[in-house]
């Protein structure tokens, strides 16, 4: 796994971080309480930050005041102890810029976002929309690569981008993650976006820093362990915390429903409420049989006192 980068934005960076949820109250505004909860209990845990308002985040199903609301929680419940990279994507690209500037008059350490998905779908308009992004801050960019090919040719332009520093890919192709690192001409950190498979990304040697993941917020301690045991070499050790995570995984995916997802935390006592639509919210008859199958399971723990 050991990557060394020299430059100061890499400095500490490497591990593991939580995509993190964002928590809702019962009147489905963002729950500040709760956001600081979990901020105390991940760094307690072991992870190395938080990754912002991303698809886990549902950011794209938040209104400006409360991705920068997330921002300012985060930053402050963190006090310097984690790294926070926060992600800015939007339709246009001029609200991701306004996003990028609050990141970083908040004290966050990096941005991020997606290629645009719905105008702009080239790669001349992804180009020009991380380009406005990291032009917009002095801040290190994170490409957030999910959903399509990886073309190491392609994309290594992207990082011809002055402040573009970093890539999260949440994509399963790690020879072509490995031929764009070779591709690369200066130093770029790179984060595994797969949960399942970040052992496998890691084992890929000189490639990977760490991941960045869902079932983080669920487990943090096992992907905090595969980390650090993969830096040491310890792959046997690491490869069963990694079989044990998926089958918290394999069970988080059974459903559509994101919902789901959330439902492991109001289990482990750190409830998120439900997503919002176009996510459904669980019924108390969905959420039972659901914690029922999480206790049957016997890897997640109600480590914060349970909510059931």
Not at 14 to 37: D, I
Not at 53 to 68: D, H, I, P
Not at 228 to 254: P, S, W
Not at 270 to 291: K, M, N
Request: proline share 3%; aromatic share 12%; charged share 20%.
């Amino acid at each position: 796994m050991r990557v060394n980068l020299e430059g100061a934005e890499f400095q500490g960076m490497a591990g593991a971080y939580t995509a993190l949820f964002t928590p809702f109250t019962r009147e489905n505004r963002v729950n500040v309480e709760m956001l600081e909860r979990m901020v105390a209990y991940h760094l307690a845990q072991g992870l190395r930050g938080f990754y912002l308002t991303g698809s886990t985040g549902e950011g794209f199903l938040l209104n400006e005041a409360e991705r920068k609301l997330v921002v300012e929680t985060v930053v402050r419940a963190n006090r310097g102890r984690g790294k926070v990279i926060v992600h800015v994507g939007c339709l246009a690209t001029d609200d991701a810029v306004t996003l990028a500037r609050h990141a970083a008059a908040s004290g966050a350490d990096w941005v991020s976002s997606v290629a645009p998905v719905y105008f702009g779908q080239s790669f001349e308009g992804a180009f020009r929309h991380y380009q406005r992004i990291a032009e917009a801050t002095d801040l290190p960019f994170m490409v957030y690569s999910i959903g399509q090919a990886l073309v190491p040719e392609r994309d290594v332009r992207f990082f011809d981008i002055p402040n573009v520093k970093g890539i999260k890919y949440t994509g399963r192709d790690y020879y072509s993650a490995q031929r764009l690192r070779h591709l690369l001409g200066k130093e770029v950190i790179f984060f595994a976006g797969c949960d399942e498979q970040l052992l496998c990304a890691l084992v890929l040697g000189n490639v990977f820093s760490g991941g960045i993941g869902t079932t983080y917020n669920i487990i943090p301690a096992h992907f905090a362990r595969i980390c650090a045991l993969a830096e040491a070499g310890h792959f046997d050790e690491a490869a069963k915390i990694q079989d044990e995570a998926n089958r918290v995984v394999a069970l988080m995916i059974e459903s559509e429903n994101w919902s789901y997802r959330k439902a492991f935390m109001r289990y482990i006592g750190l409830d998120c409420g439900a997503c919002r639509y176009p996510y459904a919210p669980l019924s108390e008859v969905e959420y039972e049989t659901f914690a029922h199958k999480i206790a049957e399971q016997g890897i997640v723990q109600a480590e914060c006192g349970s909510s059931r």
